[in-house]
């Protein structure tokens, strides 16, 4: 790892509060442009409620985005999934601003409600998303001329995994890959990659490697009779917050039961351990809060009453650890 900073996810997450606040705020003087509250655009007043929507819709916009997964690692991101999440968070956002806030609009025809969606719609995702092309550019800039490097480690270490090696390494462009070594998948291999990579250990050796050498991503690339091996590299890194790729056999991709992206002329598959998405974890999360805060309030009467009984009946402390 280099030790030239790498752009801070906070910068991502200004990007989109200024998209949300330029959207917004061009969006409610063409609003009452179009309503006829207004003559033009730049000759109308700027009342309490710009300067409310100023405040509080981009903040919504952040919430929604969070929720979305977005504000994880930045150097892991693809620009063409950014690009999806982007679109249907905004077609979410642009709803709920419009049953919240819009349907209440005194209009003539209803064609202005389709007007006005379209309208928020597309300033909203057009401004996220030139904002957050450029932070993602700026990324891949750094990836490609090696300023921001990504530790990797390579499980393998036969004729599989020194073709990736190749692959990669013989590549113009290098992402960011900077392999600190390789662990062997049994424990017994003595040939393949070690010409090429420096041995660290075997599997059991997996988290204190991952500790000490700061690994950021794990790339398993084992032969098929090495099957177990695989599946035990896989258990241990489930254990760790960090990327894991691994290599897809023929029969997976021809029948297209994954998902391979394509890395430097290696096709690799980006493997999620966690059973539910970023954005369902986080709408869980805000449930679990949401119903405890609630249950908190409503039980308030009852857990004082318990309390102020467990006091009077009993010796000690009410709350104890």
Not at 275 to 302: A, G, H, T, Y
Request: charged content about 15%.
């Amino acid at each position: 790892m280099t030790s030239s900073p790498r752009i801070h996810i906070g910068w991502y997450v200004i990007a989109d509060w200024l998209a949300a606040t330029f959207a917004w705020g061009l969006f409610y003087l063409l609003r009452r442009v179009l309503l006829g509250e207004a003559a033009s655009l730049f000759n109308q007043p700027f009342d309490a409620t710009f300067f409310y929507g100023i405040i509080f819709i981009p903040l919504c916009w952040l919430t929604l985005y969070h929720l979305f997964g977005s504000y994880k690692n930045l150097y892991s991101k693809s620009r063409l999934q950014e690009l999806t999440l982007t679109f249907f968070s905004c077609i979410l956002g642009t709803l709920i601003i419009f049953f919240a806030i819009l349907l209440d609009d005194r209009i003539i025809a209803y064609t202005f409600y389709y007007k006005e969606s379209l309208l928020l719609f597309g300033l909203q995702f057009g401004f996220t998303w030139l904002f957050r092309w450029l932070v993602l550019n700026r990324i891949k800039r750094q990836l490609l001329k090696g300023i921001v490097q990504i530790n990797t480690l390579i499980i393998g270490a036969n004729k599989n995994a020194i073709k990736l090696y190749k692959d990669i390494k013989g590549s113009s462009e290098t992402l960011g890959f900077c392999f600190t070594g390789f662990l062997y998948p049994d424990g017994t291999s003595t040939n393949g990659l070690s010409k090429y990579l420096t041995p660290l250990g075997s599997l059991k050796d997996l988290a204190h490697i991952i500790h000490e050498h700061k690994i950021e991503q794990v790339i398993i690339a084992t032969e098929e009779k090495e099957r177990q091996s695989m599946e035990q590299s896989l258990s241990l890194l489930s254990e760790h917050d960090i990327m894991i790729k691994l290599l897809p056999n023929t029969i997976d991709i021809l029948s297209g039961s994954v998902r391979t992206s394509n890395v430097l002329g290696a096709v690799l598959i980006d493997l999620h351990t966690d059973m539910m998405s970023e954005w369902q974890q986080n709408i869980k999360r805000l449930i679990d809060i949401v119903v405890s805060l609630v249950s908190f309030i409503i039980l308030s009467p009852l857990l004082l009453m318990v309390a102020i009984r467990v006091k009077l009946l009993s010796e000690g402390v009410v709350f104890y650890l």
